[in-house]
DNA sequence: ATCAATTGCGTTATGCTATAACGTGTGCGA
DNA sequence: TCGCACACGTTATAGCATAACGCAATTGAT
């Protein structure tokens, strides 16, 4: 799937994520974008959907927030299964792929004839740096 | 770690786990337990997380729901990352392990010298008899 | 050109999920 | 017996997400 061009909100919603440093719950982005007249959470929502579908922003399912995704002009839909380190910490975020760890799922998933839409690997913990 | 004697609270709450068919939110136990006299969430909340903690109960982030373990008297803990297959469209819950998957995240995070706390594995999807 | 369908947008209201903060009682070891 | 840890109850609040309404702009088929 191509990013068709973004819509206003979605180019709003989007520039946060890039520049956070790292993952922002909704009410978050929806603070930071009142001066450029956002008012309401679904302003923000409605834009994430989006996103969310075009593959350039990721949800984070743990800790109910979203990340741009880390392949700045890629298409995340083309890299398997994506899987996030979070340091519960300092909030960084590390996304990774792993075919192996594809392939066993998926392997898996045939074995019992399961379809699987979407699916989520998380990690949550320390960061080199908060850990030591 | 082995599982301690539970308390009254939290007995209920894991009755309650058990007999369901699927995953349920915390406020859905509240209101199957309202009466045997719980009357606020707080009394689920807290009841699930020494649930949690004994490996007893896991928690689906990606769908804010619990779900027994499905290792009766066994302990979860000692089975390494769970992984769960969840239906969107009956509310299944299938538990499995997979070592390779676990070795391979590890061997990544290793790499990262990123400390694991807790690691989330759901694939959410459609199960054989939904899917047909 | 026009009509219908689609999509994005704004607003209000509401619902669901989770925790803070306070106080009570009970059991148990120092 | 004192202090501590823990489970519990209650009220209030914080945080996350969507329903339902209406309007405007776009597109595309007839």
Redesign the interface.
């Known amino acids: 799937m191509t990013t068709p061009q973004l819509t206003k909100n979605q180019s709003l919603v989007f520039d946060v994520l890039e520049k956070a440093e790292g993952p922002l719950s909704a009410y978050t982005i929806l603070d930071k974008l009142r001066d450029h007249g956002f008012r309401a959470p679904l302003q923000v929502y409605r834009a994430l959907e989006k996103l969310l579908e075009y593959g350039v922003v990721h949800r984070l399912?743990?800790i109910n927030s979203f990340v741009a995704c880390a392949h700045p002009g890629d298409d995340c839909h083309s890299h398997g299964i994506v899987?996030f380190?979070i340091?519960?910490s300092c909030g960084q975020v590390?996304e990774?792929h792993?075919h192996?760890?594809d392939h066993?799922?998926m392997g898996?998933?045939q074995g019992?004839?399961?379809?699987?839409?979407?699916?989520?690997?998380?990690?949550?913990?320390?960061?080199?740096a908060c850990?030591a």
């Open positions: 399912e743990s899987a380190a340091c519960e590390t990774f792993d192996e760890v066993r799922l898996w998933v019992q004839k399961f379809k699987p839409e979407k699916t989520t690997i998380e990690i949550r913990g320390l960061c080199e850990a």
